[in-house]
């Protein structure tokens, strides 16, 4: 189910914007132009959002479409993370990400898959980096470099928007085993 907000002229813009940005051949050069748009359009601060996007929801996180681009290029989504929630370790599917924050103040910590064992399903990942990102900040997933943690870093709720390569209906979390980390799979949707 998705939100049916009002719609701004702003948002407006930044759809316009988004496809240009997606016009180009290659992943890289998405990303990047989509990361430009991005913080250009959020580090000002301006509120511009419906407000019904940004209310958080008890126990997980808000995950809202805002954009399903009708030749399928992309989708933009509006994910607002209340005091304490994050993502497990996870996987896009395989599918580009410019993440971005709207408001508030996001961790991401990124991960390589350092080796595993195709035959138990265990992974073992290697910490990159980890990121404290405020508004207008924005950072990019290009597959194979797909792994990381999303939580909100600080005491009121974090709104971030998400662009992505498509439509992600699903990915593979990963949970800590003896040994590694176990992928599963897990469907996504969309917070009411």
Known sequence: MTVT?????????????????????????????VKRVLSEMLSAGEQFLDPAFLQ????????????????????ALVMVWDRGQGTPLHDHAGM???????????????????????DTGVVQFRKENEI????????????????????????????????????MTYCHIFNPVD???RRAFRELSYTA
């Not at 914007?17 to 990303?31: I, K, P």
């Not at 958080?56 to 989708?75: F, S």
Request: proline fraction near 8%.
């Open 132 to 167: 404290h990102a405020g508004p207008g900040e924005a950072g990019a997933l290009i597959p194979p470099f797909e792994y990381h943690v999303l939580e909100n870093a600080g005491d009121m709720p974090a709104v971030t928007l998400h662009v992505y390569g498509g439509e």
């Open 96 to 118: 580009w990400c410019v993440e971005c924050v709207y408001q508030g103040r996001i961790r991401v910590t990124s991960y390589s898959v350092h080796g595993g064992d195709p």
């Open 56 to 75: 958080p929801t008890p126990n997980v996180y808000a995950r809202r479409l805002l954009h399903r681009d009708p030749a399928g290029r992309y989708t």
């Open 179 to 181: 040994g590694g980390w």
């Open 5 to 33: 907000p009002q719609r701004s002229a702003r948002v407006d813009e930044l759809v316009r914007r988004l496809d240009e940005a997606v016009a180009v051949r290659d992943d890289e050069g998405r990303c990047r132009n």
